[in-house]
DNA sequence: AAGACGAAAGTGGTTGA
DNA sequence: TCAACAACTTTCGTCTT
């Protein structure tokens, strides 16, 4: 079975796992991988105290071993297999056993968690389209969910769900609850819920969306040129002034921007073609797009 | 025929008593 | 906790291209 590795740079066994989730050598800071969960053994776990103390029996157990492993319980009763007491020598090793297995037992508990959370974050990233900083991010936001034990008695689904878009808000990367809402099984109000009692437990502060970060996005799924979408953000940049923006939802704001951008650089999209991409109706876009072509003075003949 | 339009009624979330 | 409220959606009939 698999002992831990030697550092290949300096011989040392030991190591920690960082924060973005490297495995890292403890001594020379070597980052020997970048995906900790496809070594399935939880050896890491031991710090250089507790691994002299404990001698491993068995492999080390992997993700796929779900209940397999070190989770044999432990019979509370201090009698022997036949049924006779135990001496109180054996008593007091016993104890000893019973309070080390519960330990393993929490690590493992929180490892599994932490495995089945870390690929669902993957699926769901995958499906987003996120690009690495935002996976990380969000899986950090996990590892602190677990630490202040936010997981416990709801879903993992849900609260990796609330990290991605976390994620995205923190990095400025816009996706909407409704687009992370889309590739996962909990409801929208799940999803909200998740994410508030993320936002106040971690006490994070999140920059709000704007409409410009949506503009990108929306004009690539339209097809729409560069200048079509230079003219969408200045349209935006005048609209802010304006105080047209605030206490609207951002994603229709931007909806109507690019409509407006598209006619004017005459490469009209309808109303409908934008709102799909954008996850509002038409007739939103519509009323979003006449009240900036007033506010504005802006000259679109339709 | 398809898109744009606007009115009216309905929905889910926020706010403030 | 409840009601009021604003933003947004749905639906639908009509007008424009």
Sequence with gaps: MDEPRECPNCGSKEYVVSRNQELVCADCGLVLTE????????WREFSSEERDKRARAGPPSTLTMHDKGLSTTIDWRDVDARGHRLDPRRRAEMQRIRKWHARSRVYQSSERNLASAMSELDRLAGQLDLPRRVRQTAALLYRHALERNLIRGRSI???????????????SFPRTLADVGRYTRV???????????????LGLQMPIAQPEDFIPRYANALRLSQRTQARAQSILMRARTEGITS?????????????????MEGERRTQREIGEVAGVTEVTVRNRYKELV?????????
């Design 157 to 171: 689904e849900a609260i990796v769900a609330a990290c991605v878009y976390a994620a995205c808000r923190r990095t």
């Design 247 to 263: 206490g609207k939802d951002p994603t229709c704001i931007a909806a109507a921007a690019l409509y407006i951008a598209s006619i």
């Design 35 to 42: 995906d900790v969960f496809d070594l399935g053994a939880e």
């Design 294 to 302: 007033r506010k504005l003075k802006l000259g679109v003949e339709v």
């Design 187 to 201: 409801t929208r109000k799940e999803l909200g819920r998740s994410y508030r009692l993320l936002v106040r437990r």
